[in-house]
Structure formats: C-alpha cells, structure tokens
C-alpha cells in the first residue's frame, strides 16, 4: 500500500533506504532515467550525441526573470506591436524564395534578399552597398543564428528547410500574431496574479515558477504531440506522488495500447503493465484475453512503479477536467531537441526534483533543496499532500517581447493562432532519428 502521508509524515521515512537506493542519485544511472548507461558498440554513439550537445548547447530558454503573466510583458508586447507596425509602414521585408540550402562559404543569386530581409526585423545590421554581395559570409550566418534563436529552430546559421517558413512570414503576419498573444496575456491578467504560481508555455516548451513577481526557475518540457494537444487549463498543485502508478487513460489503451500488444505479445510483461478487471481493481491474466475483440476495451491498465514507469519517479497532481498533469520522464534525452511535441497530453518536465523542491519549499520541514531526491534515494512509495497548494497555468503564447526590446516567436503547433504551421515538426535533428510514438502521456 502507498504511503499517503502529509510533510511530517515524509519527515518520519528516515529508515534505511532500500538496496537500490544506497548510491546516491542511483536513478540516474538507469538506462533511460538518466544519461543511457551505454557500453560496447553504443559508446561511440552516446560520443556522437556528447559532441553534437556541446557544439549546438541548448539555449532555448528565456533568461529574463521577468514573468510571461506580468504588466513588464504586455509593456514589451506593446512595444513589440509599435515597432512591427512601423516596419510595415516602410514597406514591410522581402519574401527569401525557397529552395536549395544557403550557407556560410557559398554564393547564392538569393543573399541580396536574404540581407535585406534580416536587416528589416533586426537580426543584421545595414551596411549600404557591401549587402548587395552574393557570398553568404560569416556576419550573415550569425544573423541567421539570432533570427533562428529568437523563432524557437535550431541555430544552425544556415538557411534550410525548417527557416524558410519563419522567414516568409510577412510582417503583417507577425503583427497580427503579436497582437492574439498580447490578447492572450491580457486575458491572464484578468486577475491578480498569485504569490506563488507556475505557468508552462505550450508552445515554446518551457515552464516558469514565479514567487513574487519573479522567475525563480526555468525547465524545458515535453508536451503533447499535435494528435494530442496539450489544453490550456489553469488548475491547481495539490499533491507530489513519488514512484506513481499510471492508470492508462482509456483513450490511449484502445488507440495504442491495445494494437501493440496484439503485435507484440510480451508488451505488458516488459513494461511491467498489468491488465485489471473493468473496475479497475482486480487483475486477469493476459493471457485469457481475446485482444482482438470488443470485449478487451472494457479492460483497465496499470503500470507498475519504477523506472520503467511512463511517469517516471514523480507526478505532480493538478486536478482538472482534462485529466493532465505534469510528470517525470524514463525518455530523458528528447528534452535535448529543440521541438518537444511528444507527449500524449501531458507534461514531462526536465530537472522535475528541484520544480518539486520548490514547489514543496515552504511546506513545514520541507528544509532545504535537495529533499525530493532525498525521497527517492529511500525507494518508496510516498504521496505528498500539499498544505499550501500551488495554482498552475498551462497556456499558449507563440509571441512575446523581452525587456532588451527582442522579439520571440515560436511556430504554431496547434493552428490556434488561426493557421497551421508545422516548422516544430520539420525542426529535427537530422542526425536524429524521429522519436518512436510510445504510450507515454
């Protein structure tokens, strides 16, 4: 049975940890969990993924402490707005016809245009008659890296096919998505902002944890692939539960669950996935089961805890209509693309123990940071029920401004600002492999 316990009662679990927790952080050695435990013919691989991380860092998060929900946003969003429209007035920017790739060392009859359409939204500086030049040289591929930054792609510094669209996007286009997510925002100000809260962007796969007006931290997440949308939703953090069970929502029992065990049939016993009865409480062998007919939908599912767990080692429970959540990972190395619509709806969050610190921190006897991974060192399962429970937004806004005056854009997943746009799903890797669709929500 789970321990459902409040923070004294965590306090109290100060007995020996169990065998596999005597190494401190000995999650993270497990494969998938943490960084893989390759060995052998794998090794030269995770050299590859080192190399690849450290010549094209990650940097997507925002580095302002200023709140996506505060009056400093819709100030910069205003000034944004101002700033485009004049770009607009003086006739706007050029249209980069598609094609070929362009890139740094390469003369292409398209860099005139390529100049003049980085010069107008500020990625470049103008320098007269040197831009009429043909040759894509060094300064013009660091003006392709900022305008990639700031668009939410890859900064590679060469104009491929996933920057095409962010640069034929034409001012008018831009405005009017600057002008929704300034609606957006406003419509979240609609009431005070809380003391404590976190708010996840869908869009631009990152979480903020604010306390008084502030960004305390910053995590990239995982959300909901486009047959999967992540909702808006504004819920509240109610509860920690370390090493959950996961239930299998029904949806995805019969759209994936189901089809793979019927063309895998040792699926449940290697994901530790155990078949209820319709009830949900008593278990039947697989084995007894027609899968191929109507009756084996009526069936409930539950993943065992562990690291094999699709929740991982910790769910944060925020009750809502949408039965979402944010959670843990075993699939740890997708936070290192730069598009992460993978989820089936929920949540995954990068770095999830010190969000759990936090969120945990002024809880009675919390103490200090660290006690999350405390937690799980003893290997048990323990439910936290919060005292001071945290309001959470999950939101969608595909624009907005910095404090230094730089513009942010992120492509439009969902087509929820009026057009679909699929540069998030073109935006791999392509030393990457695509990641396989698992049952993960």
């Known amino acids: 049975?789970?321990?459902?316990?409040?923070?004294?009662?965590?306090?109290?679990?100060?007995?020996?940890?169990?065998?596999?927790?005597?190494?401190?952080?000995?999650?993270?050695?497990?494969?998938?969990?943490?960084?893989?435990?390759?060995?052998?013919?794998r090794e030269e691989e995770r050299e590859r993924q080192r190399a690849a991380r450290?010549?094209?860092?990650?940097?997507?998060?925002?580095?302002?402490?200023?709140?996506?929900?505060?009056?400093?946003?819709?100030?910069?969003?205003?000034?944004?707005?101002?700033?485009?429209?004049?770009?607009a007035q003086q006739g706007g920017w050029p249209l980069v016809p598609p094609g070929r790739m362009m890139r740094e060392g390469e003369d292409d009859e398209r860099v005139p245009i390529l100049r003049r359409r980085l010069i107008a939204s500020g990625d470049l500086r103008s320098r007269g008659q040197y831009y009429n030049s043909y040759t894509f040289d060094e300064e013009l591929a660091a003006a392709v890296r900022h305008f990639?930054?700031?668009?939410?792609?890859?900064?590679?510094?060469?104009?491929?096919?996933?920057t095409y669209p962010a640069l034929n996007m034409t001012v008018e286009e831009r405005l009017n998505q600057l002008r929704i997510n300034l609606g957006?925002?406003?419509?979240?100000?609609?009431?005070?902002?809380?003391?404590?809260?976190?708010?996840?962007?869908?869009?631009?796969?990152?979480?903020?944890?604010?306390?008084?007006?502030?960004?305390?931290?910053?995590?990239r997440v995982i959300v909901g692939r486009t047959e999967r949308q992540s909702p808006s939703v504004k819920a509240t953090i109610r509860a920690l539960n370390f090493f959950p069970y996961w239930r299998v929502p029904d949806s995805v029992a019969h759209l994936d669950l189901i089809p793979r065990l019927?063309?895998?049939?040792?699926?449940?016993?290697?994901?530790?996935?155990?078949?209820?009865?319709?009830?949900g409480v008593?278990?039947?062998?697989?084995?007894?089961v027609d899968w191929g007919s109507a009756e084996a939908k009526r069936f409930k599912f539950r993943q065992d805890p562990g690291p094999q767990?699709?929740?991982?080692?910790?769910?944060?429970?925020?009750?809502?209509?949408?039965?979402?959540?944010?959670?843990d990972t075993p699939m740890k190395p997708l936070f290192a693309q730069r598009?992460?619509?993978?989820?089936?709806?929920?949540?995954?969050?990068?770095?999830?123990?010190?969000?759990?610190?936090?969120?945990?921190?002024?809880?009675?006897?919390?103490?200090?940071?660290?006690?999350?991974?405390?937690?799980?060192?003893q290997g048990q399962a323990v439910d936290v029920n919060l005292t001071r429970p945290v309001p959470v937004y999950f939101v969608y806004i595909t624009a907005w401004a910095e404090r230094d005056g730089e513009v942010e854009f992120r492509p439009d997943i969902y087509g929820r600002d009026g057009s679909v746009d699929q540069i998030a799903e073109m935006d791999r890797d392509p030393n990457e492999p695509a990641p396989a669709v698992t049952l993960a929500p």
């Open 309 to 327: 767990n699709a929740l991982g080692l910790v769910r944060i429970d925020m009750p809502n209509e949408h039965t979402v959540y944010m959670h």
């Open 148 to 162: 990639q930054r700031r668009n939410g792609l890859r900064p590679t510094g060469r104009v491929e096919r996933s």
């Open 184 to 219: 957006r925002i406003r419509e979240l100000m609609t009431t005070p902002a809380e003391e404590r809260y976190v708010l996840v962007n869908i869009p631009a796969f990152q979480l903020e944890a604010v306390q008084k007006y502030e960004v305390q931290q910053r995590h």
């Open 262 to 279: 019927m063309k895998e049939p040792d699926y449940l016993q290697n994901e530790k996935i155990r078949v209820l009865d319709p009830a």
């Open 282 to 288: 008593t278990e039947i062998d697989p084995q007894t």
């Open 339 to 377: 598009s992460r619509a993978f989820s089936a709806g929920c949540v995954r969050v990068e770095g999830v123990f010190d969000l759990v610190d936090w969120i945990a921190h002024q809880e009675p006897g919390w103490g200090e940071p660290g006690r999350a991974r405390q937690i799980v060192e």
């Open 54 to 87: 450290q010549s094209e860092p990650l940097d997507d998060l925002r580095p302002d402490a200023m709140p996506m929900r505060s009056d400093e946003m819709i100030t910069a969003m205003e000034a944004a707005i101002a700033r485009y429209q004049d770009i």
């Open 1 to 41: 049975m789970r321990a459902l316990v409040g923070i004294l009662g965590v306090l109290l679990l100060g007995a020996p940890a169990q065998a596999q927790a005597a190494q401190a952080n000995w999650w993270e050695s497990l494969t998938g969990s943490g960084t893989p435990d390759y060995s052998g013919h």
